[in-house]
């Protein structure tokens, strides 16, 4: 075992022979979207993003789902499961399985394997002093998703919400291993500063994040002073409040967003400062048009992020 509980990632990683090690991860959840299809598709999306996190291929996938038939019709099943083998599709993965079991709650998700040699895993804790940050996805899907389900979203919100939800990480995976990076995780449930906190954990690194960089979704800041925020937002800062200081002039959409669970979100990259410039580049030719360098690692204070 080369990751597994004793330092959790983003996936455990389990060595085969001297050159193959197995990825392993599982992600699944309730619908943050209404339409089956694009509900399947994005949960894909997010169970495979794991195992790009940590440097590997994917290589297939079985299904996961809560499914309460006495009050859903099967026809809704059919659809997530149909979204999920095309997300997965697009990905190059097959999904050979799967198990479902009938529950008060509908979930989907997916258990992935993948694949990478144990020289070049990416976990979340090998950042340097000096390296840059990069962001691959802007900001602001739990705050949109709870606007959608109180039928205030504005549909340009909705729209790019649901598009960065669908997008793969893989390109920006492939594109970030050319560059050599030191560390990487995916930002998700435990939103921006939750994440960055789990690369500090076990260091004597800091973090330094440049609000006005951070890439944010359409109409995410005016949802944020309405008041539109999630429940786990707001876990999301008591669990992490005493490790980020901001400065005064930070806005308070920021300090609220760097908190908002992320479904389906980007890289949070890693890399030498000379490489970064490159690599932000080629991450923007290469279709990921909001990719940001957001901040860098620091030598301290240990466990700190300071947003200015």
């Not at 509980?5 to 991860?25: H, I, N």
């Not at 997300?87 to 709650?105: F, M, N, Q, R, S």
């Amino acid at each position: 075992m080369l990751v597994g509980l004793e330092r959790p990632d983003d996936a455990g990683v389990y060595r085969l022979t001297d050159e193959l090690a197995l990825v392993q991860t599982v992600d699944f959840f309730t619908p943050v979207v209404d339409d089956p299809l694009t509900f399947g598709r994005i949960a894909a999306a997010n169970a495979l993003s794991d195992v790009y996190a940590m440097g590997a291929e994917p290589s297939c996938a079985l299904n996961i789902a809560c499914f309460p038939a006495k009050t859903t019709e099967i026809e809704v099943l059919r659809e997530i499961l149909r979204g999920g083998m095309e997300k997965a599709a697009e990905a190059g993965v097959p999904v050979i399985g799967g198990h479902t079991i009938e529950a008060p709650e509908l979930a989907y998700g997916m258990s992935v394997t993948g694949l990478v040699h144990p020289a070049r895993i990416l976990t979340k804790r090998g950042g340097r002093p000096g390296d840059k940050l990069i962001l691959t996805k802007p900001l602001g899907t739990g705050v949109i998703n709870t606007a959608v389900k109180a039928g205030c979203a504005p549909e340009e919100s909705v729209r790019a919400c649901v598009a960065s939800m669908l997008e793969l990480n893989r390109a920006a995976c492939e594109v970030m291993l050319r560059y050599s990076p030191s560390a990487c995780t995916d930002v998700t449930g435990f939103g921006l500063a939750g994440h960055a906190c789990e690369m500090l954990e076990g260091s004597a690194l800091g973090m330094r994040l440049k609000w006005a960089s951070i890439p944010l979704l359409a109409g995410a800041e005016e949802l944020c002073a309405r008041g539109l925020l999630p429940g786990g937002l707001h876990r999301n800062r008591e669990f992490r409040a005493g490790a980020v200081e901001f400065a005064p002039g930070v806005p308070g959409h920021v300090r609220d967003l760097l908190f908002d669970p992320q479904t389906s979100g980007g890289l949070l990259i890693a890399v030498a400062a000379a490489r970064a410039g490159k690599l932000l580049e080629e991450l923007r030719s290469s279709g990921i048009a909001r990719a940001s360098i957001i901040g860098e690692m620091t030598a301290g204070p240990a466990g700190r992020i300071v947003v200015c």
